[in-house]
């Protein structure tokens, strides 16, 4: 019982560092397109083209940022093997990453991008297995 608080505790945690860290670095890209109005600034900060990359960025920056967006989301996979189930951890992996993307869209402290959410359910998968593969070699040493 107090594990379980424990891990719920953490499990908040960690979705407020998800939400808050654009914030805690100060980033704001309002000013990249100008003075748009906003529902204009809001489409061009909108990426719905799976596999869509803008190449004209230095491709050390595109590594970097793939491999962050999968990183965030490993513990998460980790933590939601424990507490539930598969379609449970993937539904609520979808809806954080969508809360998320859409929060950071309109308070324009980053862009709305299918491609983070598809990388955050790679992410989220690497986790789950890892734990999955964690029990069972555990189960094979037990044996």
Request: proline letters at 3%; hydrophobic letters at 50%.
């Amino acid at each position: 019982m107090k594990n379980k608080k424990i891990i719920r505790i953490i499990i908040l945690l960690y979705i407020v560092l998800l939400f808050a860290y654009p914030y805690i670095l100060g980033r704001n890209v309002s000013d990249i397109n100008g003075s748009l109005p906003f529902f204009d600034k809001i489409v061009q900060n909108t990426n719905l083209i799976p596999f869509n990359f803008n190449y004209d960025i230095n491709l050390d920056i595109i590594v970097k940022n793939v491999a962050l967006k999968l990183l965030l989301f490993v513990p998460f996979g980790m933590i939601m093997k424990k507490e539930v189930t598969f379609k449970q951890g993937i539904c609520a992996l979808l809806l954080l990453s969508i809360c998320k993307e859409i929060l950071h869209l309109v308070t324009f402290t980053g862009y709305f991008d299918i491609n983070d959410i598809l990388l955050y359910i790679v992410g989220y998968l690497i986790g789950w297995y890892l734990i999955k593969l964690g029990n069972s070699q555990k189960q094979l040493t037990h044996e």
